[in-house]
Structures are given as structure tokens and as C-alpha cells.
């Protein structure tokens, strides 16, 4: 199959590094090692409910778990690995369902009380938009190439 455009692999390999590996995994790393840093950094909520902190803290240490891999597929898909077309599945469902994972943890946030800063932030909607668009293009590159000749 033929490149969505030219060069496609690398811009989507570039955003996965930058986007995924360095500042997603980056971030939740920041989270699950120091989450008073990580409050103090805004990418925590300091005021989140114990229940609401124990889940962001699980989803950041699995965010970590699964991160790693984002630096592969990125690094792949700018060599033009023939792998890393499959590799590229993991970060694009991963950044794709963080962005829409954000937008209902944040209306459920916001009905049931708790509207907290970080939700309300600009740079959030940004940076939501930002996976969403790292993801959906590293689909679509992944989907553009097979392994079979």
C-alpha cells in the first residue's frame, strides 16, 4: 500500500517520540517516581478526591509500563522498519484513547462536582488534541503498510 503522503513514517514516527515517548510516558514517569512533583508540575490535580488520586496514579503506572514501547514504534517508523507498521498499532490506539478517555473523565468530573483546575487548563484541551492527532495519523500510517509483500 502506498504512503498516506510522502514521508508520512517519519512525521508520525517524530510525534510518537515527542508526543508518546517523551512527553506522555515522560510525564506519567514524572507521576508514578514523585506525584507531589507532578502536582506541582500540573500534571496532577493537587486537590483530587483519594479515590480519583488512586486511579490517575494506576493509569500513570500503567501508562509507564506500556510507554516504553512508544520510543520503538517511533524509532521504527522513521527508519521505515517493516516491523514497525505493526509496532505502530500500539501507540496509536493508546494516544487515541487517552484523547477521548480525557474529554469523559472530564465531563464525568464536571457532573459529578469535581471541576478541577487542570480540566478547565487550556494547555489540557491542547495537549488532548495533541494524542488525538498523533494517534489517528499513527493509524492511519500503520494501516498504510503490510508486512505481507
Known amino acids: 500500500m502506498d504512503q498516506i503522503f510522502p514521508y508520512a513514517n517519519v512525521v508520525a514516527g517524530v510525534l510518537v517520540l515527542l508526543v508518546g515517548f517523551g512527553l506522555h510516558f515522560g510525564g506519567q514517569l514524572v507521576s508514578v517516581v514523585d506525584w507531589q512533583l507532578a502536582t506541582r508540575l500540573g500534571l496532577q490535580e493537587a486537590g483530587m478526591r483519594p479515590e480519583h488520586r488512586n486511579y490517575e496514579h494506576a493509569i500513570a503506572a500503567a501508562d509507564v509500563l506500556i510507554g516504553w514501547t512508544y520510543g520503538i514504534a517511533g524509532i521504527g517508523l522513521i527508519l521505515d522498519a517493516p516491523w514497525a507498521y505493526v509496532w505502530a498499532w500500539l501507540p496509536g490506539a493508546i ?53 505481507v509483500p
Not at 101 to 119: A, I, L
Not at 121 to 145: D, E, H, Y
Open 95 to 147: 494516544l487515541t484513547y487517552h484523547a477521548l478517555q480525557f474529554w469523559f473523565w472530564t465531563g464525568n468530573h464536571r457532573r459529578s462536582g469535581d471541576d478541577y483546575s487542570t480540566t478547565r487548563n487550556p494547555a489540557r484541551f491542547v495537549w488532548a488534541v495533541a494524542n488525538l492527532a498523533t494517534g489517528i495519523l499513527t493509524l492511519f500510517v500503520a494501516n498504510s503498510q503490510t508486512l
